[in-house]
């Protein structure tokens, strides 16, 4: 005996017929497969004329006596039926989009107050201003009109949090997805402390995005840390590059701070990931050895030490005297009201606050003179000194110097060549400095106030011990000189032997034989010689791979290199300004998502979020 086949109604093709609504009062609204009624706004299962039909004389006989067949009255009847549900419709989907923008108004809002830091409680504060902008600009049914739709918007403290949480994710997606198609990263890997003392491992990734056309840097995460040994950070590294989908072959170096626990020779983090990948490149942050570089020594280090204490008993010793102070500067009209106080922490602060005193000495001098006690009368001999004020002269010159390096080094997108380009130059300069130190002190102003020629060769020792520290820190750099040239400027490398022999010793996987002919015919290239271009696009857009295969990888990859930690060191001062904002403790997974809004070079796909909540709800 043969089965019975199940119909499948679906398979019939049936097809709504357009005098069903003539004579049933039926439509076929087009978001639906299911006849609509304009009766009784029921809809049947199934586009089948006995179905409609059913329904109709079942429910709607009434409508059938009152309204007969091929009338005037039956017609008009239905097309007031008809119009009455397409404005209801239209009602409906307005209602929606304008609920909408308001959702998207509350995405932007929570964009903006991340962006600059912002806590989420500042959000009902921005509506308020929005809503007393309105009623200024607008007037009659206008303003009353956009009042009301300002008051609709979202954004209370709990929405401006999930808000944030829905672009941390969008952003974490786009930086995923750009990651994949990158053909190499690099790593900056810092740690420290918040304003809580939580310790916290942040970590910032470089890498050339295909779809940008650039290099970018985003923070790839921030983990709070129990333990701050070299095996936790390991971890914490790991647990950032499995979550993003990275492989640690896939990286072609990671600065560090220089801390033990980092570059611990067996515990040390670098070295476990050493052990997965061992071409990987590591070195300590260029700007941390250039300050490391500029060490006082004992002679200036007393000095700058007396310094810090007559700031600090000017400032810091009592409320009462530093408002005495202040006022006195404004009376004598001095340069500044006020006096530094420096912090070892931050790179600049000691130049600034030497610059500073210098500017005001003579008036502390008048200042001092005021004070009957023994710490003021010993100061004021300080300040009397002229042997002592002329090393104070050199050194507000030299930390001038380290300063204007230290700024150099700083900021967002420097490559590794640019950082070493900067050091080079400041160790030629170091030969310059020491020239000029026995006069005519073209290079130190502040000192040629106040030589006396007695203290020139104290302060020539201390520019030689400069200038080996520069040169021991930086003479075995990873990245050596024919490489840091060739990448700003390929056609002054000279020595193409050299060039191979440094990239060979970098990158063990680069042919030296396929290097030394690439960049010939390179330097040959009338075409490439007339370019006028930056660096990024040189190498990205002007050289191909199709010409210039491994001379093209070897220059993205020291592109992609960090030369410092900066980026880390920027986001901990963003880190603690955000906490602060917030003032109420954030839980680590809501100030990792502020930080990410804070730092990141991504933009939310605020249009692609709504439809994803749309479909979210339909579901």
């Not at 307005?94 to 989420?120: I, Y």
Request: overall charge neutral.
């Amino acid at each position: 005996m043969s089965l019975s086949r199940k119909r499948k109604v679906d398979e019939e093709n049936r097809v709504f017929k357009d005098d069903w609504t003539e004579r049933y009062a039926f439509i076929l609204p087009q978001s639906s497969t299911k006849p609509f009624c304009l009766i009784c706004n029921e809809t049947v299962g199934v586009v089948k004329s006995g179905n409609v039909k059913r329904h109709y004389e079942t429910k709607h006989g009434h409508f059938e006596r009152q309204y007969p067949q091929n009338t005037e009255v039956r017609t008009a009847k239905l097309r007031q039926l008809k119009s009455s549900y397409e404005s209801s419709n239209k009602l409906l989907v307005r209602a929606v989009t304008q609920q909408e923008r308001a959702t998207e108004a509350s995405f932007r809002v929570a964009w903006v107050l991340g962006k600059n830091k912002k806590p989420f409680t500042d959000a009902e504060i921005v509506k308020e201003c929005l809503v007393e902008v309105a009623d200024a600009l607008f007037e009659g049914k206008e303003r009353q009109e956009i009042s009301e739709k300002l008051k609709k918007i979202p954004l209370s403290n709990d929405t401006s949090t999930r808000r944030t949480e829905v672009l941390a994710d969008d952003l974490v997606k786009q930086l995923t997805d750009d990651i994949k198609d990158a053909p190499c990263l690099s790593l900056a890997v810092d740690e420290s402390t918040d304003s809580t003392d939580q310790a916290q491992l942040c970590v910032f990734v470089r890498y050339f995005s295909k779809a940008k056309g650039t290099f970018c840097e985003d923070i790839l995460g921030l983990t709070p840390l129990c333990h701050t040994r070299g095996e936790d950070i390991y971890e914490a590294i790991m647990q950032m590059l499995n979550e993003r989908g990275i492989d640690v072959k896939h990286i072609v170096s990671i600065t560090t701070d220089g801390a033990p626990a980092m570059i611990g020779k067996e515990k040390g983090a670098v070295q476990r990931l050493k052990e997965q990948h061992s071409d990987l490149l590591t070195y300590h942050c260029i700007i941390h050895q250039s300050v490391l570089c500029a060490s006082l020594g004992k002679e200036y280090s007393d000095v700058m030490e007396t310094i810090m204490k007559l700031v600090n008993y000017l400032r810091a010793s009592s409320a009462l005297q530093h408002r005495l102070l202040r006022a006195f500067l404004t009376e004598v009209n001095a340069a500044y009201d006020d006096l530094l106080l420096h912090n070892n922490v931050r790179w600049l602060s000691k130049g600034r606050v030497l610059e500073r005193f210098w500017a005001i000495r003579k008036d502390l001098e008048m200042f001092l003179s005021q004070q009957k006690n023994v710490k003021a009368s010993h100061y004021l001999d300080f300040l009397r000194d002229n042997d002592t004020m002329e090393a104070v002269a050199f050194l507000v010159d030299i930390t001038s110097h380290l300063n204007e390096l230290n700024l150099k080094l700083q900021g967002q997108g420097n490559t590794v060549c640019d950082l070493m380009a900067a050091v080079r130059s400041f160790e030629r300069r170091l030969e310059i400095f020491k020239s000029d130190i026995t006069g005519p002190h073209i290079h130190f102003p502040t000192l040629l106030q106040q030589t006396n020629g007695n203290h020139h060769r104290h302060h020539l020792s201390f520019l030689e011990k400069l200038a080996e520290n520069f040169r021991m820190r930086f003479e075995g750099f990873n990245v050596g000189r024919q490489v840091l040239l060739c990448i700003p400027s390929p056609f002054l490398v000279k020595n193409v032997e050299e060039f191979s022999k440094e990239i060979k010793s970098i990158f063990p996987w680069a042919s030296m034989a396929s290097l030394q002919t690439e960049l010939i015919d390179l330097q040959e290239n009338v075409a490439l010689q007339e370019v006028d271009c930056d660096t990024v696009t040189f190498w990205t857009k002007m050289v191909t791979a199709e010409n210039f295969p491994n001379l093209q990888k070897v220059a993205i990859c020291v592109l992609t290199m960090f030369g410092s930690t900066y980026r880390c060191e920027s986001a901990f001062s963003a880190m603690n300004a955000v906490k602060n904002s917030h003032r109420s403790s954030l839980t680590n997974e809501h100030l990792g998502q502020c930080l990410r809004l804070a730092t990141t070079p991504f933009v939310p796909r605020f249009r692609q979020l709504m439809g994803d909540r749309q479909c979210h709800f339909s579901h």
